[in-house]
Every structure is written in C-alpha cells, then in structure tokens.
Nanobody, 118 residues
Framework: QVQLLESGGGLVQAGGSLRLSCAASTTFNRYAWFRQAPGKEREFVAAISWSGGSTDYLDSVKGRFTISRDNAKNTINLQMNSLKSDDTAVYYC??????????????WGQGTQVTVSS
C-alpha cells in the first residue's frame, strides 16, 4: 500500500515562506503538488520527475515556489516564498501524475493546510 505523508503547513503572513515535505513509501516516475482552496477545484501547482531533471510549475507560482526531491529520504519538498493570500489552500502531494489534472494521478496524500494572512 502506497503511503504519502505531508508536513510543513501552517499560518504565515503575506510575503513569508513555508516549506512543505511529502514522505513517500515508494518511488514513482513523477511527483506533484496540488492545492485546493475553499469552494474551488483542486489545481496543479508543481511537478518533478523521479530523476529531478524535469520540473513543471503553475504560472502563478513560477519564481516563488521550488519543487525538489531528496532521493535518500524519498521525500518531495515544496519551498514556497513570497506567499500571497491567493496561495491559501490545502496542499496535496501526489504520485504518478502523468499530467496536470487530478485524474492523471495514482496516489494522494491527506493534505496539509497553508494559510496566508494579509
């Protein structure tokens, strides 16, 4: 059974930073972060290949968020800088995503809340 455990969410002021981590029980070819704000659909945020050589970002987070992978610990990290109130959402780690849509992912974490106060 594949398990994903996210951590690192919390409350931060606008302009601040947070680092999310996702510990995976197995390896996959692609890892991603999604987020879901209240009343909105879950949306793609960032993705990284197993090798770490390929990354993809939502336009609105480019230059502010960085996705990375720690092979030794089998964790996926999301460094979030210059946070805005629009970034407030539950953030989900996902494995095996072949694209940017929810339906392309095989496994999901339970989510971690990120709240940015203005």
């Amino acid at each position: 059974q594949v398990q994903l455990l996210e951590s690192g969410g919390g409350l931060v002021q606008a302009g601040g930073s947070l680092r999310l981590s996702c510990a995976a029980s197995t390896t996959f070819n692609r890892y991603a972060w999604f987020r879901q704000a209240p009343g909105k659909e879950r949306e793609f945020v960032a993705a990284i290949s197993w090798s770490g050589g390929s990354t993809d970002y939502l336009d609105s987070v480019k230059g502010r968020f960085t996705i990375s992978r720690d092979n030794a610990k089998n964790t996926i990290n999301l460094q979030m800088n210059s946070l805005k109130s629009d970034d407030t959402a539950v953030y989900y780690c996902a494995l095996g995503c072949s694209g940017r849509t929810v339906g392309t992912c095989d496994y999901w974490g339970q989510g971690t809340q990120v709240t940015v106060s203005s």
